[in-house]
T-cell receptor
Framework: DQQVKQNSPSLSVQEGRISILNCDYT??????FLWYKKYPAEGPTFLIS?????DKNEDGRFTVFLNKSAKHLSLHIVPSQPGDSAVYFC??????????FGKGTSLLVTP | ETGVTQTPRHLVMGMTNKKSLKCEQH?????MYWYKQSAKKPLELMFV???????ENNSVPSRFSPECPNSSHLFLHLHTLQPEDSALYLC???????????????????FGPGTRLTVL
């Protein structure tokens, strides 16, 4: 049973606008959440993370929001750039090492 | 070489073949992982090694056999695979984790580029 869900397989955004990628989870024991970014022919690379004791973490243009009551997290990219076009994976952990991944959302940022 | 490398990048094999996937990390980590990504499915954790000891086997069929001879190298030995085993196999590494879990602590995993496996 899939515990981490990304319900939007794809998203298209204009350059300079905000990209919002969403992720839902079912396991209330998850206490650490991450976003990975993947370009074609490369492995996923870590982007940003958030611990369950926080509700927001910001790193430059990237902000992750966590709503524990709704079991929902989102990644905001502002402003979006063409180089942000990639597949974004949401992941969650409750063991300190094992990651549960979503299926990914393919983001396309158009000029 | 830097980061996490995987060889080969592409592999085509028959169901009766035996082959091995290799992963090497140059990050000084002590934990290594195998993941499988099938089409339209999320990445699935297969095996975890911490200080060369296998700590997790996520109900993986015995036709997949991992080997971790040292903290820098990880192998996945393949034999008598099925066409449904065709997938992208990703290796990752991280700092080692302790047996005592601290809530909200996570060691970031660094991924290799993967091996695209096709079983005919």
């Amino acid at each position: 049973d899939q515990q981490v869900k990304q319900n939007s397989p794809s998203l298209s955004v204009q350059e300079g606008r905000i990209s919002i990628l969403n992720c839902d989870y079912t396991n209330s024991m998850f206490d650490y959440f991450l976003w990975y970014k993947k370009y074609p022919a490369e492995g996923p690379t870590f982007l940003i993370s958030i611990s369950s004791i926080k509700d927001k973490n910001e790193d430059g243009r990237f902000t992750v929001f966590l709503n524990k009551s709704a079991k929902h997290l989102s990644l905001h990219i502002v402003p979006s750039q063409p180089g942000d076009s990639a597949v974004y994976f949401c992941a969650a952990s409750n063991s300190g090492y094992a990651l549960n991944f979503g299926k990914g959302t393919s983001l396309l940022v158009t000029p | 070489e830097t980061g996490v490398t995987q060889t080969p990048r592409h592999l085509v094999m028959g169901m009766t073949n035996k082959k091995s996937l290799k992963c090497e990390q140059h990050l000084g980590h002590n934990a290594m992982y195998w993941y499988k990504q099938s089409a339209k499915k999320p990445l699935e954790l297969m095996f975890v090694y911490n200080f060369k000891e296998q700590t997790e086997n996520n109900s993986v069929p015995s036709r997949f056999s991992p080997e971790c001879p040292n903290s820098s190298h990880l192998f996945l030995h393949l034999h008598t695979l099925q066409p449904e085993d065709s997938a992208l196999y990703l290796c990752a590494s991280s700092q080692a984790f302790s047996g005592t879990r601290t809530s909200g602590v996570y060691n970031e995993q660094f991924f290799g580029p993967g091996t695209r496996l096709t079983v005919l």
